[in-house]
């Protein structure tokens, strides 16, 4: 029962198939590889990337900690405008996250074995996408002391309650949810590895913590088999909140009155954005992974490829999203509406919405040439644009809405200020601090599930198909229990 | 017993043996107790009293200051309730009266007095904001003898010695004054000046009428100003008076005006008004046909329109030659034909200081039959007393040297006055100069002594602005400092010192008791006066001359500017005025009606103008004038595009520039990118007096000649509107220009055919049957609001009372052009047209709507819905989302961006205790003065009655001059509300959109004809 679930493709492995994997590695040379990581000095380049993050995150500390003493006020925001960086910065995080838990999760039970590779770093980058997105409705409260209000905590405060109806009170729930499923999921994932860290690193902090993290982790085929089926259970429950999580927060929006935002095709529209803007931000972060950790082994071509594949789905999907929105408002007969699309587009911020169209929609199109996809760097650079013309995409979705709703005479302008900006940069700042740690500190690549696909587009279905156990359930086994690294293979 | 004592108990062997030997105590061997001084109990009761002690003192708050209750309680205080008290409006000479909130003894609000015969319940926004006055630190607490604080005693031997030797001498004294509307301080400064041999008092209003004074000498032989009762006029022409605004008495005409336009009366009533004005002003934004003239063209048009009654009367008026003004002929005739037919029921106005000009305005009323019907001057007003030729001649004998002593009350020369600079250096040679200011002016830092006169609300004084109408003032809180009545300095410099009460009572029992009829006995009448605020008296009526058509002269040509130049026009801006009130951060912070900017003024240009010269809105353009005389400085403003102002003309708000309003540097929060609320001179706006210009005996703010020059700097304007049309913009692709039907408007013509003016009215129950039952149904009472759109006239009187009420903050300049103002109720302007623009007014509160989107989406239900139809914000659960603003389609929701405490902290003794003082992070918002609505139904349970209709007045709708407000019980049929909502005209904004808002509004109705009522966008 456990070990059918990885080998299935086995049989139909396609022998033309560039390799996963290269340079012929086995499974003790996995190990090694990544291992190794933990143990040496980081390089110039991680000491770099990680200075500049951290540097960043501090200053939007320091602009964050300056707005909860003197008040929002010090953000642009107006009696039109009550939302602009704040929120846009809370969905484009929340969408970030999306990917990993769409490659983690959903390719998992697909069967997609390319992510073997990326899904650490996926679900990692999920995990700090949601606390850099946790960050935004807290501290844009007027009151950030009281944001625990948010939850029904059994209270004193007499019959105070939440508002069940309000949206917000779903946010708090969909991203608490999102959070910790995403948190134990990574974790479990983990597991197999630790015990290899565990096992393999000499001595200190590192082998203490791997060895507590682990859980005791024997490699036995009982943990394995409890492994295997807990990761599935968790699969499956993390899968529906790949759609429900964004879904929710564009109810934020949806439920509201609004024109522009109270359309009804926010949620696939936001769900589809979110995997398109996650698979960016996993494509740039593999990338410089690949780059930082000397990785190139196994992050190859066969990775890159599919997600660029899935950034030209998603970003059909999205473009088919803008035009359906300008549809809806010219068959809703509703002046209101249509004004706010055509304004979105002609009005004042006319400029975000082209940003958000070439990046979104023209960029993308650049992935169908096999050559552009081939080149590390113009995907690199593709991806980062991606990523900018989700951020206006929100930004468009908030402020130009908001800027010129009903009365013409509320309709102000927006301009941030350096506080705001700040804050932005800080959150791109912790997203990469933490990413960078994780680099250093974790095994950024899942050395158990790679050891699975060693032999992807390596050996001919012949021989694969006479290997009669799975050596990714046999394999790490006969590595633990051996005292000595590299005897397993 | 003796055995037991012998005989040894042994418990062990060990005993026995004489190893150990058993103690008395229970245990064998003693506990090893530790060496310390601490024992276990003892450290357990010093642990629970550390605890205990840090609980409590974490508990606890500051040390209590005790509240010691009154030993002897003074008679009707109690705490908690407030107390009213009638007296009259101080703020401007127009003499309103009022009503004064007083709560612990401190007065908190202004209110009108709806039985007062001049102002009819309505207070404007000056009066509302000048209660923040009474508590303005910067009010002289002391007299000041050559800028240093001294006592009245040195002050007025100083004096009396200086007034001597003068007597001695026969120097000329001069006391110059503003508009003097007390009885008792008339005849105390007569009696005063009387002492000496060569004593003048003269008087000037900053905000000059004396044209039309000057105008009735010539015509009737009486040097007044007359009373004009809008409220029987039927056609009203009015030539550049903002009569609704600014001119003479504002709440009193708005009153008479919207008596005369009521439309829910029966017959319905709207009288016909044609506004010919070269800016935009806001009786030009009510009238029914508003016509562009420069200035310099008035003089011709209303001799056209002279000749043309003349003509119909059979009068003699020789007007040839005239020059072409670009006004049609036809237009002319029609104006004429209406006011022909209105005979008796027609009034013409005109806000000139042309007295030739004021003088054929004489002829047109006379030819029309309106004196002694429209226009009073039997009775006449006494609102403005000016007489500039008086003023002109001060200034010769101060320039001349020949005045030993100048007395000024109550106005501001050295600021009002144009050549001040050199008025201040004249000022230095007079040997003893005195100010009665409340505060250190422009005019008190050049005077030798400085004599603080009373706030109003400090003091007794009283005030007859009509004749037969005398209201009083009571002081309602002791004065805050060492200040003194005017008449009591005065008293006392007569060597007669006495307190103004008595001096007030005496002068009543003395003048007025006798020109009563209603009570025998003096205590009574001055009683029933002190109570009512006001006494009605006989009045003797002037004798006016019969018609001197000898005065009459035709103006046969237009006054152009020469080309490049554009005609300079200054004006009151409603609430700044003259600036005496430029102090006051309420009113500063007060949006204009027209252009929606505070904390500045600007120059206005029309967008013709604006184009040609190749300026923006925000450039700030120099302005200088043509004349020879160098002396006048040039003004740098920025430029402000004004929809509707003639091509011709730049105008200027006065009252800016103030001495005093460095204050407002530090108005606002104070964070890293904040900018103060002064401009580079260190004051709020430019002083623009410099540029009156005097002519023909008179002061006039208009027509000096004045070419515009770019300086190529910026100033951003604080303008709490940024879009001004219900039209969508016309850069918008295929659905650009497209109008909203937020205001809704029709014609008198339409109107008369079906009551609500044509367009189909929505219909209650609303469009669509509900698929679910409604979401709250009201039993007991259900609040709702109506209004009249076709009354407001934008004054703004309801924004500052707003402010008043619910203990609004200022947030300063940078703030609001932040668009952040706090102001909960305010008053949309828009444009509709191109040149010849329309403009409505839509005031805009919380729509307290049935089914509110607020409501739903607020995560912590910190905005519910009351069993009474309130929309209720709860400030202390609110944890600042502001979701609700931005699902708000109103967007009426404000929101605390910062800690807003005051400039002055002295002003918090102006805050009403009723409405709690909102902390950052919190959202407020409107809430139909539920304090008062409590305080209504605690009363009427109290008296054990039901709550009537009128119980409840919110503070926007008490001050309402136009009573455009109602405020009652839905559920109550027959309550005045109830009906209102009942009203074909009733629409509700965004009503298709089902948020059901217990706002309604009636349409604006005008009185033109319907094809040209059609040109509306907005």
Redesign the interface.
Known sequence: MAERPFVPSAAGAVVSRPPLIRGNKTAGDVTRDITRLLESRPTALWWFAFLMAFSIFALGALAVG?QTA?????W?????V??AFDITNFVFWIGIGHAGTLISAILFLLRQRWRTSVNRSAEAMTIFAVICAGIF?VI????PW??Y??FPIPNTRGP????Y?????WD?FAIGTYFTISLVFWYVGLMPDLATVRDHVRSGLCKRLAAFFSLGWNGSYRTWHRYEVVYLLLAGLATPLVVSVHTIVSW?FA????PGWHTTIFPPYFVAGAIFSGLAMVLTLVIIARKTMHLEDYITQRHIEPMCKLVIATSGIVAMAYLTEFFTALYSAN??E??AF??RA??PMGWAYAIMILCNVLVPQLLWSSKVRSNLAVVFVISLLINVGMWFERFIIIVTS?H??????????YRP???EVATLAGSFGLFFTLFLLFCRFLPVIAMAEVKGVLREGHATPVESAAVPVPERVEEPALVYRQADAGAGS | MDSSDTKRYWQSMEERNGEWSASPDEFPEPLPEPATAMSRRGFLQTAGFTLATATLTGCGRTPVEKAIPYLVQPDEIIPGRSLWYASTCGACSAGCGVLVKNRDGRPIKLEGNPEHPVSRGGLCAVGQASLLELYDSERLKQPLAAGQPASWDEVDQAVLAKLDAIRTSGGAVRFLTGTVTSPTLQALLAEFLGQFRDAHHVVYDPLSVSAVADAHQQTHGLRVVPRYRFDRAEVITSLDADFLGTWISPVEFTAGYCAGRNLEADPPQLSFHIQFESRMSLTGTKADRRVRVAPGELGVLATHLAARLAKRAGVRFAAEGLDAIPISPELLDEVADRLWQARGRSLVVCGSQDVRLQVLMNFLNHLLGNYGKTLDIESPSLQRQGNDGELENLLRELREGRVAALLVAGVNPLYDLPSSSELAGILQRVPLVVSFAERVDETASVAHFVCPDHHFLESWSDAEVIPGVVSLFQPVIHPLGQTRALAETLAAWMRKPQPVYDLLRQNWRMRIFPRQRGENEFDAFWDRAVHDGFAMVEHKPLQAKPFQFDAVRAIPSVEKPPSGALALVLYPKVGMLDGRHGHNAWLQELPDPITKVAWDNYACLSPATAARLGVRQGDVVRIETLSADAATPALELPVYIQPGQHDDVVAVPLGYGRQGTERFAKVG?R???AKPSVGENGRVGVRAAPLLRWTGGCLSPVGREVRIAKTGKQHALACT?????????Q?????GG?K?S?VQETTWPAFLRSRSGGTASHTEPPLKEDLWPPDHVYHGHRWAMVIDLNACTGCSACVVACQAENNIPVVGRD?VR????MHWL?I???YAGEDDVDVVH?P?LCQHCDYA?CE??????ATLHSEEGLNQQIYN???????C???C???V???????YSREDRLQNLALNPDVSVRS????EKCTFCVQRIQEAKIEARRQGKQLADGDVRTACQQSCPAQAILFGDLNDPKSSVAQAMRSPRRYR??EE?N?RPAVGYLKLVRNRAEDSGEKHDG
């Open positions: 300056y003197v008040g929002i006020g010090t642009g925001l107006n009696r039109t009550g939302w409705p844009h409260m007027g009151r009281l944001a209000w948010l105070l309650w939440v508002n109806k309000s949206p917000l009170v708090a934020d439920t509201s009155v609004i002046p209101y249509q004004f055509l304004n002609f009005g908001l010129r709703d009903y009365l013409p005479s509320n309709w102000t302008s200020t350096p506080i | 929060p964070w890293l990118f509107q940024s879009h001004h049309s219900l039209l969508t913009p850069n918008i692709p295929w659905i497209k909203r937020i703030e932040r668009q952040r103002e305010r949309d302007r828009y839509q805009m989107p739903t989406v607020c995560p912590v239900l659960r609110c944890v600042g989302t502001r979701y603003a931005n699902n389609p109103y967007k929701r404000r929101f605390n961006w910062f800690d950052r992070g919190v959202m904004v965004l959109f948020f």
